[in-house]
């Protein structure tokens, strides 16, 4: 059974950083491209971040790119998200997700205040 379970959320100022983890189970995570993904109250879910299984490759959603860093320690079985400069518009529970699966965990909550 697969386990995605996401962590280091919390209420920050604008301007502020915060990194977040997601540790995984279930699964050869090594062998797995992974994103991160948020959903904000009334929006649809929006694409963050995605990794390549090595981490060599990484690519970001225009709103993100700057700002953001994606990456993740195949020993640790752990996927991070260093976001730097936080906005309010970031507010959002933030998710990952092995790429190409419809595997998630119960997210952890960003909130940027102004």
């Known amino acids: 059974q697969v386990h995605l379970v996401e962590s280091g959320g919390a209420l920050v100022q604008a301007g502020g950083s915060l990194n977040l983890s997601c540790v995984v189970s279930?699964?050869?995570?090594?062998?797995?491209?992974m994103d991160w993904f948020r959903q904000a109250p009334g929006k649809l879910r929006e694409f963050v971040a995605t990794?390549?299984?090595?981490?060599?490759?990484?690519y970001y959603a225009d709103p993100v790119e700057g700002r953001f860093t994606i990456s993740r320690d195949n020993d640790k079985n752990t996927l991070y998200l260093q976001m730097n400069n936080l906005q309010p518009e970031d507010t959002a529970v933030y998710y990952c997700?092995?790429?190409?699966?419809?595997?998630r965990g119960q997210g952890t909550q960003v909130t940027v205040s102004s």
């Open positions: 997700q092995p790429l190409g699966t419809s595997y």
């Open positions: 279930g699964l050869t995570f090594r062998e797995s491209a």
């Open positions: 990794i390549s299984r090595t981490g060599d490759n990484t």
